[in-house]
């Protein structure tokens, strides 16, 4: 499923023309963004119940796979 958000301030002008343009494909839906303010940009964190300075001492930690310890070994030469 694909949703294509139209900011409410372009709504009167692109939804219809969005809505009639992905008419015949299913796997759009039009959207009109209803959100009065963006949450993350207000600085508060949901820390609520969280001893003092417990949210600084989190590690964000890599997620990717830890690399097998060694060497490569050698290629094979083209041709021999």
Do not use: H
């Not at 600085?43 to 830890?66: E, F, K, L, T």
């Amino acid at each position: 499923m694909i949703y294509s958000v139209v900011p409410r301030e372009l709504a009167d002008e692109l939804y219809p023309k969005l809505l009639a343009y992905y008419e015949n494909d299913d796997n759009v839906t039009v959207i009109v963004d209803r959100r009065k303010f963006d949450r993350r940009s207000r600085g508060q964190r949901s820390d609520a119940g969280v001893p003092n300075g417990a949210a600084q001492r989190r590690v964000v930690r890599d997620r990717r796979r830890a690399r097998v310890p060694g060497d490569m070994p050698p290629l094979a030469r083209v041709g021999s």
